[in-house]
């Protein structure tokens, strides 16, 4: 059974050439990451120091509300003794 030719020359369902076109769309979705990534750097790192900040915010938050849990009267007083 002879391969069956797609509209581009170089492509073909059958035998050898499925293998050569997966490797150059992985190629090219490479391209595209870095293509991606060189462009939009800056709004990346952004996004990145907002989530540490985010998360060091709330470790504060947390560590503030345990210290004052008691004197609210959130937390009854005998346990903490």
């Given amino acids: 059974m002879p ?3 797609n509209s ?3 492509e073909c369902k059958l035998g050898r050439g ?3 076109m997966t490797v150059e769309v992985e190629a090219e979705r490479s391209s595209d990451w870095k293509r991606f990534m060189n462009k ?11 989530i ?9 938050v947390f560590w503030w509300f345990t210290g004052y ?6 937390v009854p007083s005998t346990l903490g003794s």
């Fill in 3 to 5: 391969p069956v030719k």
């Fill in 8 to 10: 581009r020359k170089d």
């Fill in 18 to 20: 499925v293998v050569q």
């Fill in 40 to 50: 939009h750097w800056k709004v990346v790192a952004i996004f990145v120091l907002a």
């Fill in 52 to 60: 540490i900040l985010a998360a060091a915010f709330a470790v504060y």
């Fill in 69 to 74: 849990a008691q004197t609210t009267g959130l």
